[in-house]
């Protein structure tokens, strides 16, 4: 009988899919987890830095990103 992977959760779709490797039914499971995945919209890229000042600016960046992410509040923020 095959699983209703539209009603599992995402750790239960990975650790289906990687049981079930190489079976014909992974590939479903595998279908339905990257339907659940959000747009690349949200992501960021940093490329290594060049110059040591690019590379404090790319921290800054990370360091804000972080907070806002976790709902810290820096004070120049």
Same mark, same amino acid.
């Given at each position: +009988?095959? $699983?209703?992977?539209? &009603? +599992?959760?995402? &750790?239960?779709?990975? &650790?289906?899919?990687? &049981?079930?490797?190489?079976? #014909? #039914?992974?590939?479903?499971?595998? %279908? *339905?987890?990257?339907? %659940? %995945?959000? $747009? #690349? ?7 290594? $830095? ?13 360091? %804000?990103? *972080? #907070? ?10």
């Amino acid at each position: +009988m095959k $699983p209703n992977f539209e &009603a +599992m959760t995402n &750790a239960e779709l990975k &650790a289906y899919a990687l &049981a079930h490797r190489g079976g #014909d #039914d992974d590939l479903e499971a595998l %279908r *339905v987890l990257f339907s %659940r %995945r959000k $747009p #690349d919209a949200e992501t960021i890229i940093f490329h290594p $830095p060049k110059t040591k000042e690019e590379e404090e600016e790319q921290f800054e960046l990370f360091k %804000r990103i *972080v #907070d806002e992410k976790t709902g810290n509040k820096t004070a120049d923020s």
